[in-house]
């Protein structure tokens, strides 16, 4: 079976049997909801309705009281400041009046109606009253707010005030004794609920959970176990291991991938013998022919080295008897000797690349090679050499070491151009060492950046293209490396650190 079909049908077993409960107990934890939802609703209207009127009905008090005391302080004192309060309140309470009237009942309309025309009696004298204070006519003023008239309106103003305070106390606890009564009932719904859904759950539960182990099993030995097999063969082919056999594959997606990893792994190792008996005959092939080349190079090489002997030793000779009288003749005979020097470094550079001499390993300083080999360097006086400090023993050939450095070195110095910075490092690591040698010339193009250490390679008129290869191949017998980097150019020789 195909994984998607498998996974469909995990799916549709895990729907069939949590669909069902969830839906019994959706809609019975819905329709106690709603009813829940209706009673609530119905109990709080009714509670903030009582209690609103309720605090209407004490704002109204209240402000009737500002209203009268501000009344009679104006009359009595005649200071503008209670006539800004009295006028101040005034709308508050005409407002309050009229929001009661609007939100009561019939019988709570009725009451607040003829609590307004009272009212507006009231208001009415205090008008009057506060006319005559600005008249001059303070004791008048006094005299109708005193008046029976008066304290007749206000006595029924405020004793039914206090009765509807009364009596609407009364209706407000009987309306929370209700609303607490519906709660009660809402709760207790809420608790039937509560023990139906737990008994879908005791009952859902176990089911979903044996039916998740059955169908984790399933999943586990159908995919997980077959990938996991899978991923062990990758893993050891990636080592290396490409006669690893291959698990029995299934006919799903993971059969098909592990056919066709198998397949390309078969493939892989016929093109790698292919690659590699390809690599073999080339190698092969350079080695007889640069066999032939040494051979013949050195059969070339012995030749010319010992004319080029006799050249030296006349030219020293000359120089001796002719070079201190006649200044031409020594400056001739210099230029002589420095090509033949030429010529004897790139028959060197030849001799060392062509043959393969066993290297005879020793502990030295490294600090101490590079000196020697600076000190024997023709370097120079306008090139700054700056040597490193610190040391590392190593085990190379010195002879041989010494050629490597010492072909470098020569290489920075003409890349200055005789002119310049070189500097050297010794930087020691756990169980490597680092030569690094700098200069500050113009570096070395990035397209021929790569190909420095092949043999015949060369940017000089002058050069085999022997020198850096042949550094590079005693380098590896001593099992390390070279490398070479750019801004500032640095060639990195790294060997085994003792």
Avoid at 166 to 184: A, C, M, P, R, W
Avoid at 415 to 428: E, H, P, S
């Amino acid at each position: 079976m195909l994984i998607k079909y498998k996974l469909l049908l995990c799916f549709l077993i895990i729907i069939g049997i949590t669909v069902p409960n969830g839906i019994i107990g959706y809609t019975k934890v819905d329709q106690s909801l709603a009813k829940i939802e209706a009673e609530l609703v119905t109990s709080l209207q009714e509670m903030k309705k009582a209690s609103h009127l309720d605090n209407l009905t004490i704002h109204i008090k209240y402000y009737d009281e500002v209203l009268t005391q501000s009344a009679r302080n104006y009359a009595f004192t005649a200071d503008e400041k209670w006539l800004d309060t009295y006028y101040a309140s005034e709308p508050g309470l005409n407002a309050l009046i009229l929001e009661a009237i609007t939100l009561g009942g019939k019988d709570d309309k009725v009451f607040f109606q003829s609590l307004s025309d009272a009212n507006t009696r009231l208001t009415q004298l205090e008008h009057e009253s506060i006319r005559l204070v600005m008249d001059g006519r303070q004791s008048d003023a006094i005299a109708v707010l005193e008046s029976p008239e008066y304290w007749k309106h206000k006595q029924v103003y405020r004793n039914a005030l206090e009765n509807y305070a009364k009596n609407k106390g009364l209706e407000y606890d009987q309306v929370f004794d209700v609303s607490t009564i519906h709660l009660e009932a809402s709760v207790q719904s809420i608790k039937e609920v509560l023990v139906e859904a737990e008994t879908l759950l005791y009952v859902g539960i176990p089911i979903v959970l044996s039916m998740a182990l059955v169908l984790a099993y399933y999943f586990f030995r159908s995919v997980v176990s077959p990938i996991s097999r899978l991923n062990n063969v990758v893993e050891k082919i990636s080592q290396g291991k490409y006669d690893v056999p291959f698990p029995k594959q299934g006919h799903d997606e993971i059969g098909d991938l592990g056919r066709r990893m198998q397949s390309m792994v078969h493939s892989f190792k016929a093109a790698l013998e292919t690659e590699r008996q390809l690599a073999v005959a080339q190698e092969k092939l350079k080695s007889e022919k640069l066999t032939v080349i040494g051979e013949l190079a050195a059969r070339i090489a012995h030749d010319l080295r010992n004319p080029l002997s006799v050249l030296k030793n006349i030219c020293q000779i000359l120089k001796i008897q002719y070079g201190q009288k006649d200044p031409k003749m020594h400056d001739h005979l210099t230029r002589m000797e420095n090509s033949i020097q030429r010529m004897s470094h790139q028959i060197d550079d030849v001799l060392t690349f062509v043959r393969t001499v066993p290297i005879d390993k020793q502990i030295i300083s490294l600090r101490d090679l590079v000196a020697k080999v600076v000190s024997d360097s023709d370097i120079p006086s306008d090139v700054i050499v700056t040597m490193p400090s610190n040391d590392e023993k190593i085990n190379c050939d010195e002879q041989k070491m010494r050629t490597v450095l010492s072909n470098v070195i020569l290489n920075a110095v003409q890349a200055m151009d005789g002119r310049g910075l070189l500097t050297i490092k010794i930087v020691g690591y756990t169980k490597f060492v680092n030569i690094e040698i700098s200069d500050s010339g113009p570096g070395i193009p990035e397209k021929t950046l790569p190909s420095v250490f092949e043999p015949l390679f060369t940017t000089k008129q002058t050069g085999t293209g022997l020198g850096l290869s042949s550094c590079k191949n005693i380098v590896e017998q001593h099992g390390g490396t070279i490398n070479v980097t750019n801004n500032p150019t640095t060639f990195t020789i790294t060997l085994p650190r003792l």
